[in-house]
């Protein structure tokens, strides 16, 4: 789908190249291509969650980057003053329902 191969090291860096959109050259940066998977950005997204589905429902541990659990406490805060990460330290096997399309976070 986006290569006939995985990269090794699996990195940011690596996963960015494959998912980059194209861009435009400007006065300070040269045009960059997309990657070969940028069509596929959803795909990944969708197969990403199914494979954290699968690990909740199997009771896998799942470890999530510092980076992205701040990101998630900044789109879906606790309680005022207390972040996701510390609201609910057992986050991978909540029965939280998602939120409707559409909604923005409170």
Not at 38 to 52: E, I, N, S, V
Request: glycine letters at 8%.
């Amino acid at each position: 789908m986006w290569g006939s191969t995985c990269p090794n090291p699996v990195t940011p860096e690596t996963v960015h190249a494959i998912f980059r959109s194209a861009r435009k050259a400007r006065e300070n940066q040269p045009a960059m291509p997309a990657g070969p998977g940028a069509r596929h950005k959803g795909d990944f997204a969708l197969a990403l969650a199914d494979q954290l589905a699968m690990a909740r429902d199997t009771g896998a541990a799942v470890t999530v980057p510092g980076h992205l659990r701040d990101l998630f406490d900044f789109l879906y805060p606790g309680p005022v003053g207390v972040a996701a990460s510390e609201a609910n330290t057992d986050a991978a096997t909540t029965d939280a329902e998602p939120a409707p399309s559409g909604a923005t976070p409170s």
